[in-house]
Structures are given as structure tokens and as C-alpha cells.
Nanobody, 124 residues
Framework: QVQVVESGGGSVQAGGSLSLSCLAS?????MAWFRRGPGDEREAVAA????????FYADSVKGRFTISHDNAKNTMYLQMSNLKPEDTALYYC????????????????????WGQGTQVTVSS
């Protein structure tokens, strides 16, 4: 069983920056950030293939957010810049070490390990 723990987040004004981290306790092939805003469904924000390094982004964050992974630290990062009020959400780290059962980087069923979430609040 792999555990993933998020850190970072907080409150910032629009246009500001924040950084999130997610430490995984074991082997992963894919890691991702999801978010759920007030009254919204959970949506995929960005994902990374941790061994190969390919990255994927939702259109809403492309050019503003950067996902990365440090293999030595087994930690994923999300650098968020030019934040907007609509980025306000609970951000979740997700991971999987399975080579099968891949439904696409945006699909929640691709990931079998989830963190508790960390809040990001952007004020206008």
C-alpha cells in the first residue's frame, strides 16, 4: 500500500503563486493532481509519468501550472503561477503503480492511491 501526502497550498491573491508537493511512500508509475472546487466535481489538473517524464495539463491551467517529479525524493510538485479565483479548490494528489488499468490521465479510476487534499484559496 502506497501512501501519498500533500503539502503546501494556502491563500493568495489573484496573480500570485503557490507550490504544492506530494510525497509518495512507494513505487509509482503515474502521479497526478486533481482538484474539487465548491460545488464542483473532481477534475484532473495535471499528471506526470514518473519514470518517463511525460506531462499532461488541463487546458484551464496550461501555461500557468508546472508539474514535476523528483525520483530521488519520490515527490511530485505543482508550481502554480498567475493564480485566478477559479483555481480555488481542494487539491488532491493521486498516484498509481499499476501498469494495467490505465484509463487515461484524467480518469479517477486510473489512480488507486489518493491523498487527503490541501486547500488552495485565491482571492480577487
Amino acid at each position: 500500500q502506497v501512501q501519498v501526502v500533500e503539502s503546501g497550498g494556502g491563500s493568495v491573491q489573484a496573480g500570485g503563486s503557490l507550490s504544492l508537493s506530494c510525497l509518495a511512500s512507494g513505487y509509482t508509475l503515474w502521479m497526478a493532481w486533481f482538484r474539487r472546487g465548491p460545488g464542483d466535481e473532481r477534475e484532473a489538473v495535471a499528471a506526470i509519468a514518473t519514470k518517463e517524464g511525460s506531462t499532461f495539463y488541463a487546458d484551464s491551467v496550461k501555461g500557468r501550472f508546472t508539474i514535476s517529479h523528483d525520483n530521488a525524493k519520490n515527490t511530485m510538485y505543482l508550481q502554480m503561477s498567475n493564480l485566478k479565483p477559479e483555481d480555488t479548490a481542494l487539491y488532491y494528489c493521486a498516484a498509481t503503480g499499476r501498469s494495467g488499468g490505465f484509463y487515461g490521465w484524467r480518469h479517477v479510476d486510473t489512480y488507486n492511491y489518493w491523498g487527503q487534499g490541501t486547500q488552495v484559496t485565491v482571492s480577487s
